[in-house]
């Protein structure tokens, strides 16, 4: 129980300390449900500026998402060819909005609210293409409901930092990080953690001079703090 106590602690210190460094991140309008699954379906193992322009092409060639349904797939995956892995995204894409249409009678995710979380989870990821942390985005961003997604900054970051434990998969830590931080951090610690993975805790070198984590972080009090100092250079000769 103390041991667990205390990483709640430390995870709030975490918190406090990115906040004051980034802000509290205020909401914004996101997108809808069903343009956030298609989003994050199109952002798998690519990145931002990739997945955007896959979405504005998809978007302006089929204006409806009942177009992007049934439209031919080959059509779909040269829209989205930007964003790569167009042969498996397209499919994916198609495949989860015919779900819909046919569970629901229509192309939308707003019956979701009314559901537990963990019940709104599982009925997402039961389409294929959706793992935790698309269904975790769709909730948190879209439907303003209490998930928390991992990519792989947040779980580089919390591994390094101990909040989970080293050997944790990443739909693992969804869970653990969910049960660790109180459901009103999860937006801003969410992006600010992730900020802090591509500005300081980088995955190759990570900056530890400029970090604000330093003390609260089990990276750098095993790792980084015992390498021994590299030896004095050489004096020049006169």
Known sequence: MTTTINLEAKALQV?????????????????????????TILSQ???????????????QRFPTWEQVRDAPVEEVTAAI?????????????????RHISEEQGELS??????????????????????GPKTAAIILLFALDMPAFPVDTHIHR??????????KASREKAHQLLEALMPPQTYYAFHL???RHGRRVC?????????????DLCDY???????????????????
């Open 15 to 39: 918190h406090q300390h990115l906040l004051r460094v980034f802000g509290e991140r205020p909401r914004e309008r996101g997108l809808d449900p069903i343009a956030q699954l298609v989003s």
């Open 45 to 59: 193992n690519t990145n931002d500026t990739l997945r955007d322009k896959a979405y504005d092409t998809l978007r």
């Open 81 to 97: 060819k930007i964003a790569g892995l167009s042969q498996q995204k397209g499919p994916n894409i198609q495949a989860a909005l």
């Open 109 to 130: 995710l707003d019956f979701l609210r009314a559901m537990e979380v963990e019940e709104a989870k599982q009925w997402l990821t039961a389409m294929k293409g959706v």
């Open 157 to 166: 970051v919390t591994k390094r930092l101990g909040l989970i434990p080293a």
């Open 192 to 194: 600010n953690v992730i």
């Open 202 to 214: 980088q995955a190759r070198r990570p900056r530890c001079e400029l970090c604000v984590l330093r």
């Open 220 to 238: 750098y009090q095993n790792v980084v703090l015992p390498q021994p100092a590299p030896p004095p250079a050489a004096e020049e000769r006169a």
